[in-house]
């Protein structure tokens, strides 16, 4: 059974900084169906990226996902202040599967 | 627009039954992958159930396995999920999702909580 290990638990930064967030799969992920969702308190889950790299629908190019097999990373390149939020990462498909989550919080 | 919007949440004692629903809007629920997802209070994101298009084919996280059903009404364009047997550590925010782009999570209901308590 996989397992999805998101690094670090949490991350304060501030804004204007770059985010680099990590996932690393146990085993290699199917066709790199590697997700990445932004939550914020008292909200549902948004999609950010999925296939590993690709962007959904509206998301701002400063969110950026590299990786393959079975480490992934998401990456932020400067912070706003609405990013500041918990980021899960999540082998999508059958079988789904999510990380524990960064919160990538305000210094 | 593409909407999903779930109910049925309560508070039940432990070995009740709930069925939630989630209701779409903007895409038949029929033509994609629908998923449950919950999050226990404080904790992270869980898979829970996946309804295939085939709605023969279904998956179930082991914690839930033989007790949660997921099912749909193509006609009232509505997925379901039947919890039976019901334990404390079932108490948490439940989140029906459409499978998107290779079954991406990528609409996402509000959320119905369900609360297991004696």
């Known amino acids: 059974e996989i397992v999805l290990t998101q690094s670090p638990g949490t991350l304060s930064l501030s804004p204007g900084e770059r985010a680099t967030l990590s996932c690393r799969a146990s085993?290699?992920?199917?066709?790199?169906?590697l997700a990445w969702y932004q939550q914020k308190p008292g909200q549902a889950p948004r999609l950010l990226i999925y296939?590993?790299?690709t962007r959904a629908t509206g998301i701002p190019d400063r969110f950026s996902a590299t990786g393959s097999g079975t480490d992934f990373s998401l990456t932020i390149s400067r912070l706003e202040p609405e990013d500041f939020a918990v980021y899960y990462c999540?082998?999508?498909?059958?079988?789904?599967?999510f990380g524990g989550g960064t919160k990538v919080e305000i210094k | 627009e593409e909407h999903l919007v779930e109910s049925g949440g309560g508070l039940v004692l432990p070995g009740g039954s709930l069925r939630l629903s989630c209701a779409v809007s903007?895409?038949?629920?029929?033509?994609?992958?629908m998923y449950w997802v919950r999050q226990a209070p404080g904790k992270g994101l869980t898979w829970v159930s996946r309804l295939d298009i085939d709605e023969s084919i279904t998956e179930y996280a082991d914690s839930v396995k033989g007790r949660f059903t997921v099912s749909r009404d193509n006609a009232k364009n509505t997925l379901f999920l039947q919890m039976n047997s019901l334990r404390v550590e079932d108490t948490a925010v439940y989140y029906c999702?459409?499978?998107?782009?290779?079954?991406?999570?990528?609409?996402w209901g509000q959320g119905t909580t369900v609360i297991v308590s004696s």
């Open positions: 999702a459409k499978g998107g782009i290779i079954h991406a999570l990528d609409v």
């Open positions: 296939g590993a790299f």
């Open positions: 903007g895409f038949s629920v029929s033509g994609y992958w």
């Open positions: 085993q290699s992920v199917y066709s790199n169906h």
């Open positions: 999540h082998k999508h498909g059958v079988s789904p599967l």
